[in-house]
């Protein structure tokens, strides 16, 4: 199969031409060169990275190989990893301010994120075999055949495992691993968040659903870089 990049490569290499200083970033940032390069090429470029070749003010000419971490996934991916990079090329030779949220927004799928205890709650507190449940708030009743029906996939997996953690034990787990998490959302917050109210936001946010917390800083930020690189372009 063709790669969909390269096989445009040389209009992605005539276009970047008018993006001489994003070139030079990519350069001093990705390709790790130091010194002062003051002119930057794309060569050749496909899913997997980009060819660049820079001349430096001593005159010295070399060229190197940026990696796409990850690929592109196709020809439409092209413009806003570009672009992403350009923002991390910048605020990482200090050409541009880190971007800064100064609002908290609640993640879009934290109603999942209930899962993540619903899931424990069903395989270690489902009731003895023959037992009906009692609906809140009615006089009804769910009946024994239709609650054993229900749990009996809960029961299949933990006879597979030989045992049945507590409930207590699973959530400890889980919030082992979100006080893990919320140490990286700490660090994000450190950088680009401002206030400590939208910090210690993020921070709970973290501790009770784990990843949603930080990609949701992630994204806002990437956002944000997105915004600014293209106001400059």
Known sequence: MSDPVAS????????????PDTLVAYVKYFGKVRGQVVTAQMTAIDTKGMNLN???????????????????AGYDDVKPRLLSMKADAQEG?????APQLTTFELPGSTVYAF???????????YPPLGTSIQIPFTSNEIPANIVDIFFNPARAVIAMLGFRPTFRSVVGLILACHTV??????SLCRRYVSGWGVRAAYMVTTLLFGGLGWITINRRIQQKRIESVMKAE
């Open 115 to 125: 899962l993540v205890y619903l899931i424990p709650a069903y395989f270690t507190c």
């Open 181 to 186: 998490e919320s140490l990286y959302t700490w």
């Open 8 to 19: 445009k490569s040389a209009f992605l290499c005539m276009y970047m031409r008018n993006h």
């Open 54 to 72: 820079y001349q430096m003010k001593s005159g010295g000419n070399d060229q190197v190989y940026v990696q796409f971490k990850p690929p592109l």
């Open 93 to 97: 030779l200090g050409m541009i301010k």
